[in-house]
């Protein structure tokens, strides 16, 4: 069992920034891929960015520009920095990691970003 536990959501106006961490617990060895996914109201949920812990990284359209996807291995976390925020870029925020059989999800972090 892998165990995610996210920080750093909040509320903020539009064009500022908030930085996600995200730390991993139990069996972190068979750890691959990290990242981030979204959630909004009424939306599903969508892919943010992930790094494959071997020095791959990918976002989003929504994400490009923006976002930075950071992981550090010797920490066991993955940090997702969040500048020039949009009021769209509000929901909860996943953060997920991969072993060769499953899939852990944290409980999610709420971002609000108002105009």
């Known amino acids: 069992q892998v165990q995610l536990v996210e920080s750093g959501g909040g509320l903020v106006q539009a064009g500022g920034s908030l930085t996600l961490s995200c730390a991993a617990s139990?069996?972190?060895?068979?750890?691959?891929?990290m990242g981030w996914y979204r959630q909004a109201p009424g939306k599903q949920r969508e892919l943010v960015a992930f790094d494959t812990g071997g020095g791959t990284t990918r976002y989003a359209d929504a994400a490009k520009g923006r976002f930075t996807i950071s992981r550090d291995n010797a920490l066991n976390t993955v940090v997702l920095q969040m500048n020039n925020l949009k009021p769209e870029d509000t929901a909860v925020y996943y953060c997920y990691g991969d072993t060769y059989d499953n899939r852990y999800w944290g409980q999610g972090t709420q971002v609000t970003v108002s105009s």
């Open positions: 139990g069996r972190i060895n068979g750890l691959s891929t």
